[in-house]
């Protein structure tokens, strides 16, 4: 389980080392997917939404006025990506970083468009984190989406182009852009609930006392989830402060309070994730600490048990040799004595442990 | 009592996920609140204090030249506060935000009024750590202000207005935001004052030996306590520093001065928080320490007792054997020979241990 | 003893929550102290040495050609000190910085004078390090100095300024302000190098092995103390930075050579408390690996005499069996033969334990 | 084995010490490598490849319009490279960086060409990693290469070269000198996806608890390594950062796109070795936890038995008294109540530990 | 040993205190020296080199073309440093730095000359570090350089000036300084070797296993000898930087490719420095590791010594008990049987702690 995280952030040396610089190859694993096209077309007045067949399809749209959304789902299909990149003029290094999946969070910003890379990161169904990379070539009347599979946080966008809720369709393709990025920021809110959540059971069973076996190991999982997202998170708010800072013409200055909003939430999201590594670090000490406390708990009943019946045991030992000549043993009470001698110490021992709070 | 920290801050994403940038949507947890519309406004000469039934009776105002001050409690009356937004220009995203109470404390610059979103902190009757948020609408010849509910630090400040003591009637509107933002610091000082004697306590406790059993329990919760605190009050040194820099005509050259001694303020606060996390390390230290030494004592008493009894009880066991022969036995003064050389033994350990310093 | 220090700290909260901005309070606790003000008005010929008895007999001295620097001494003394103010023309602010002796180290620059801030760290009668508040104001031909209470570190100066040693007499206020604040910081070295020589004999007695019980508790307090200085002494750094970097008219630019003379010494200073800041953080280190080798020291004694003697009592428990039938017993030398079997076990352990060098 | 490492990085100044600057005086270890020199020659329609016998033969190529690359492989040949220097009118400084292979990677720029040196990384044959010096001269139309000895990770660049693969042939030496250090960085991901499988390796054994008795100092190499690999690439960040920012008309601002490619690797790179740094801490830590936890399992064995077992010796240890008068010896079944007693000891012993969770 | 360091960082303190700024006294311990000038003059035909009785004798070379070194050792004779300080033009604070032994390493610049103070850092003869001052003024035609006392790294130098070796005939006094330095930083190398071998040695004692007592004591005492060097190596690198972006006259553009290599091995020293803090962590970890697992190794020993024989104790004490009736007491093989029941326990305890894999 564990064995994947490493391996994936590195797949690109297996496939790519020693390729040409600008090869197109994608590095990822799901080569079976099929390849979706989705667009969409719309006006302030009209919408036209469309499943393609093939990416030529799609070529119509780049010289019209209105604003085009092209999401294409499928990075194994490379030659169909090539083309579009053609196209549309795409960089060939543009090519190689949208189907090689190990990219970092970036922009990189061309001459008539800008070139975004981020990740969505959600729990799959067998609650391990995922995170996977979307990459947009924004231009000036057109936004291009690349995924790895069908299935994204898109919806509600897609709603809202249809039935022009929002601002969305009075504005241009870079309010287009706004919008999918603070999908998956939004989505990051509920990947970070989910850490809480699980920092906090975390606390209550440490706090209850009553520690599974395997805590630490779970809590060794659970910081490096949070490594996870911290990565596919952090990079971000760089590429949004040099949106913010950006000069190019292709994201409007009214438009620029929106990408300044999301980066707001970022920084949430930012700062949440930071607490929650230092309070996994404190939960890591206070786990330490239980496990001492419990052993010291043990150590005390040993004490105890051993400091008290090793000198009556030694007592009895006395009274157990074979000398000829023991006076006591003689006495018709001495057995007796030797009892009370023996409660005696005994209750003296349990009121010095008493006193010292170790009972 | 632990489980509402995580939950409270990502609030948002429950209420809000899905929903177009822009919506005005309340997130916080009080919907049954009253609405309280209060309005100041005044000049050198005169002062008028009304409660206001409707935002609409507050939109005279903003055409006088009067400085208006109008205070609004109740973020769930969201028309309402959607209607005065309108009135007052104010960008759809400023109301989400002054809705929304999840904000980090920040400023926005807007072209004829800055956004300003802080905390107000303070320990509640339960004696938890309680940060609400207020949010400010700094205009040419008005403050907005924002918040949650009734009940504020600002009684102050409304003195001041209504005996014209102070400054304040005097000078323009951003020496009343002034005014308004330092009651909140000042506050803070109350906040870190408790905080203060809370790790004293702590040390106080450590140092004299007599630690409870859930002391680490405790210590983690006031490092909680004091990184929210540190949440609430960090970024808004970066908020009065953008203050500073600012070149709006909205504050003045004269007024700067006093927002720089906010900063001031906002720095010794700062800095005590950060001494404060510090010594709380230390203290978790310490605590360690102490448990390791008297886990040492306990040590010292087992071997102690162990230690000089186990040879005495083997010298026991061995004039316990049934040999038909054994010469000592015989011996009439054997037994009180044997007692002599135990009691050699066991002065000569004390002696020993009284050296090595364990006793 | 320990519980002062926060308290001071945040002093300000207590008697001034809720002032109006301005408000000129003392926030100190000496509230008994006589006003003390003292003169020197010099030029390069001569220079009169007087101590008034009123603020008001100072005012003359404003208008002159002469360097004068008014030393006054007393901070309770707020109505004098605010005619001083109104009569140098000091803003409100610094007036109530003056008295609020909670300030941090900072410099502020008004139109026609500088405002600097700083603390004397000295070690009192007890030994408690006390940081006391000084402040300055810099004009074109005076410097005004206000302390707590009498008794400070200026004697060298005052003795330069009467009797016309080094260069003081022929250079202007700037200089006389850097004289000031040059035996301030002259004092630091003597208080980094009591807090050295503590840490050496931290050092020595935990190199020696006989180490207090309280050790850990006066670690504790070190770290405080380092802590404090730290605090009253870094952010004069700053200061001095931006006097260096000041383009104002009130300080030449040869005495800015002096100044940053200074500053090398600020940075010595802040370079020695951060090495002993991490000298006692090596120390506590070093003091626990001391504990826990004590610890197996313990240990080994209880294994060894546990190890030895409790296979030897097993084998006497053995022949102290009542079995009806046992041969051994009938031996006549059996009694010798099991005290040599014992022997040989007690000399087969101790070599054991030897080449294990437990021993 | 671990020596070297240390050793090899001041190896400078064991040889050079006291020498004047700028003497050329190679500092590596391999000083029986034979000289190979080799060269590409080309343009967009032609390439010619020679391996040279003397440096000589190689001056020709500078005044011709084709693209050269020379690449030198043997740093002990001190004479020919300075020979190839003064051809090329190369610094001093420049050729005694070449041979002495402890540079940390830099860029140095001259006049009319750019000096850079970095690290080839890679584990050899005995598993231990070696980063091996590469230094770079970039010429308006050549690229000169130094190695210490034969054998490098450019063999695809060769290839592409000569059969004209890709862009190489098209572009100028800024993109030939791009080539060769993307060809290096590509590296970089082979050792590092090494280091993430040793780290794994480490997790699943301290995981399984099986843990060999050197783990911790395998988990010191490893942080060595790691160390080591870090050293060698987190400079060049800055060597790229210093590319990108460059004015010089060597490398073409269409070139910079790529160079800005290999930075984000380098970016990659650098991310997941930090990542390691932490893993490996967390590591250390998993394995303290799992140490103490095992530690804490052989107490609790000790004290069950200890705590069973002393209570019933003491109860045997009474009987075995010799006391005239023990009414309970008498009784015909005390043998057995005895019994008896011990086995309800026993058991409510048990039930205890099986409560407190030590079973 | 310990004590003499952080009294010598302080000196300054004791005999300066209260001193007029630009006072020069002289700071250090070695106040019998005899005073040394000698005097390198020289062009790039002719090199005279004296030993001058008198700082007097120097004074004529201030007019001449040709470059002088003047070297003086022996700070307490202060007279003489004035002198020529005065007629070299120096500030007051200059001379007071120079016999100021307690500096920082930095650089001040004066209208005509340069003044830079740093440290050469070498192990005596005792094996303990001893960081020594050297301070320069460089002059447009001279360097003038003070040590405390004779004995230096500059030999190298003087041969290469006298036998014309190099460059340094044929450049101004900024190449000479830049010589001068390089020496000094040279000598570092040979410092961090030592280093580096300590610390090889401490690793190989710590997983040799063999570890001596006091070896936590000289990890202490090597951390410290680290942040010395660290204190006197560092602030160098600023210093460098400062002159690589210097505007001065003074250093030629051609030369500051020289004092570029200096930066370049202060770096590479620095980054070993860092690497051996890290590393000396790294061991201390491991040491508290090894100690741990030694102590475990104890523990065990004792648990199975105990575990084993208290059960078979018991057993005997059952049968050493003196009831009248016990039935298997009786059975002829009664003792044999019990004898058996016991090594079966014995050998069903080893299994078990084979298994646990504690033997």
Request: charged residues 25%; aromatic residues 12%.
């Amino acid at each position: 389980m564990l064995s994947k995280v490493p391996r994936k952030r590195i797949h690109r040396s297996k496939k790519k080392l020693g390729q040409a610089p600008g090869s197109v190859v994608y590095t990822g694993e799901r080569s079976k997917e099929k390849l979706l096209i989705e667009t969409f077309d719309y006006t302030k007045a009209n919408c036209t939404e469309k499943h393609l067949n093939s990416v030529q399809e799609s070529f119509g749209y780049k010289s019209t006025d209105s604003i085009t959304w092209i999401n294409l789902n499928g990075l194994n299909y490379v030659k169909d990506i090539e083309a579009l990149g053609q196209h549309y003029e795409l960089h060939p290094l543009v090519l190689e970083d949208i189907v090689n999946i190990a990219q970092r969070p970036k922009i990189d910003e061309y001459d008539n468009y800008l070139f975004v890379v981020l990740k969505m990161v959600y729990y799959d169904k067998n609650k391990t984190i995922v995170s996977e990379q979307v990459s947009f070539v924004l231009g000036e009347n057109y936004v291009l989406s690349f995924q790895e599979a069908e299935g994204d946080v898109f919806d509600t966008v897609r709603d809202r182009i249809r039935n022009a809720k929002g601002r969305v369709r009075n504005m241009q393709s870079d309010y287009l852009l706004y919008t999918l990025i603070d999908a998956i920021v939004d989505q990051y809110f509920g990947v970070i609930e989910i850490l809480g959540d699980k920092i906090e059971d975390f606390e209550t069973e440490i706090f209850s006392g009553h520690i599974e076996e395997d805590a630490s190991r779970n809590i060794q999982a659970l910081k490096r989830e949070i490594l996870r997202v911290r990565r596919a998170i952090f990079p971000l708010r760089e590429v949004l402060n040099r949106i913010e800072k950006n000069e190019t013409e292709l994201i409007q200055r009214k438009t620029l309070t929106y990408y300044r909003d999301i980066s707001d939430h970022l920084i949430q999201v930012s700062e949440n994730i930071d607490i929650y590594r230092e309070m996994i670090w404190s939960l890591m000490d206070m786990y330490m600490t239980t496990i001492s406390n419990k052993m010291n708990e043990v150590m005390k009943v040993l004490t105890i048990m051993a400091s008290i019946f090793i000198p009556l045991t030694f007592i009895a030992g006395i009274y157990g040799m074979n000398f000829e000549y023991i006076p006591e043993l003689k006495h018709r009470n001495g057995y007796f004595v030797v009892w009370g001698v023996m409660i005696l110490i005994f209750l003296g021992m349990m009121y010095y442990f008493k006193r010292k709070k170790w009972l």
